[in-house]
């Protein structure tokens, strides 16, 4: 049994310093320690993966289906994790990579979910519609995962920057909203929703700020506990709908049936285009903290395959219903904590998230959340999304090129979905299409950059070499 990394890199090629790792990539830790680190990523990643379908239930009134919805984005992250770590043939990275509900969509699922609606459909054809177009959106990431070395030419940092930065600004309204008080609250922006969400805003800051690893990594867990125990005699929640909830759950593959709209398609296809650059960057940065190479064949050879499991695990994830799946950039994090790099961790991760996803009364809890608890939390994590998108761009040399694509992006992106009644007078498709700030800034970025001449510039190396 091996104690330290037993994958060479490849002559020439860049890894990060394998000195820390107690366990390698392919070391198998004893099991108290394999548990212990497959329970740190568990806690790190449990918010992350739990809390897209928690504020998708909430702004679309699902209801009594998001207990039985959290449970199938637990098991499936289960399910994709494996693959991710165990590879099958040309799936799956081998790396210690968590798979998990992806942030990205939740504008553009949120548009399906009001498009249904607004077509007088209830909860479940609302999900039949959510289901159906991420079902044919992750055929376009299986596609692209064969062409990472030309998928640059359209979409580089200055557009994935500029696409990620908008899905936190367009996000940051959910949040705010939660914090208030949630959608419909009669109590909407009271002192008491107010004073509770903000807290729980400032708690996370304080433990985020801590010397203490364990502190900062948990900050948002412990954060979502604390609030959740205050506002339990403050009379924010109740117990009562865990006596109508099943204890065990089976999974049931289009349980509420498949449907397709066009208009709803075209936001959740863009995302999945930027989801390839996502992943392929977080999978790069697992590469370097496990000790592996991030150039050269072996590498390329890696992100190919680990992205083609990322869609492969979206699709999986719209047929068994929840929402696509993508590869976890925080859990770089525990593998610099703990030292384990191990990919067999990722199978005792894959185990816990099974357990915890076949137990229904796990999601019928955490919806007790108090929307004000949630909001201060989700406020945190949203703008952490538009902040990782800033620090992209930082990374691109801001030339006359580059400001003028940032400029009407973002001027048409934001300036349609905040404006109403600017677009009352297009076609329909058009309206529902041009409507979802993310699409609209995603589209303006790739057609200028393709178009416009010149190139762009990058302030010092690539992240990925091709």
Known sequence: MSDSSSSSPQPGAVAADTTDLIYGLDARPPAPAAFFAALQHVLASFVGIVTPTLIIGGVLGLGSHV?????????????????????????????MALQGTSFAFLGAILAAGFIAKGNGGGPEEILSLIFGVCFFGAFIEIFLSQFLHKLKTFV???????????????????????????????????????????????????????????????????GLAVGFLV??????????????????????????????????????????????????????????????????????KRIKAGVLADG???????????????????NNGVIQLTGIASRYVAFWVAGILLLLGFLPQI???LQLIPKPVLGGATLVMFGTVAAAG?????????????????????GLGLGAANVDGLLGQMPEIVKNLLSSAVTTTGLAAIVLNTVLPGEMKMRGETVISN
């Open 67 to 95: 207990p039985y919805l959290i449970s199938m984005s637990l098991i499936v992250s289960a399910v994709g994790t494996f693959i991710q770590a165990r590879r099958f043939g040309p799936v799956g990275s081998g790396l």
């Open 231 to 300: 506002a339990v005699p403050m009379g924010k929640v109740d117990f009562g709908s865990l006596q109508s909830t099943d204890w065990f759950v089976i999974p049931v593959p289009f349980k509420y049936g498949f449907s397709f709209d066009i208009q709803a398609f075209i936001p959740i296809a863009l995302i999945y285009l930027i989801t390839v650059i996502e992943s392929s960057g977080d999978l790069t940065a697992t590469s370097m903290v496990s000790g592996q190479p991030i150039t050269g064949d072996l590498y390329r």
């Open 390 to 410: 800033i620090r992209i761009l930082a990374e691109v040399e801001m030339d006359r090129r580059s400001m003028l694509i940032m400029a009407v992006a973002f």
């Open 156 to 222: 580089n940092p200055l557009v994935t920057g500029i696409v990620i930065t908008t899905i936190g600004l367009s996000l940051i309204d959910v949040g705010m909203t939660d914090l208030g008080g949630g959608f419909g609250a009669e109590d909407m922006g009271s002192m008491t929703n107010l004073g509770l969400g903000l807290g729980v805003l400032l708690l996370i800051i304080i433990l985020n700020q801590s010397k203490n690893s364990l502190l900062r990594s948990g900050a948002i867990f412990i």
């Open 363 to 365: 999601g019928a809890f």
């Open 312 to 330: 492969i695990n979206s699709l999986i994830a719209a047929v068994f219903n929840t929402f696509p799946n993508t590869t976890f950039s925080q």
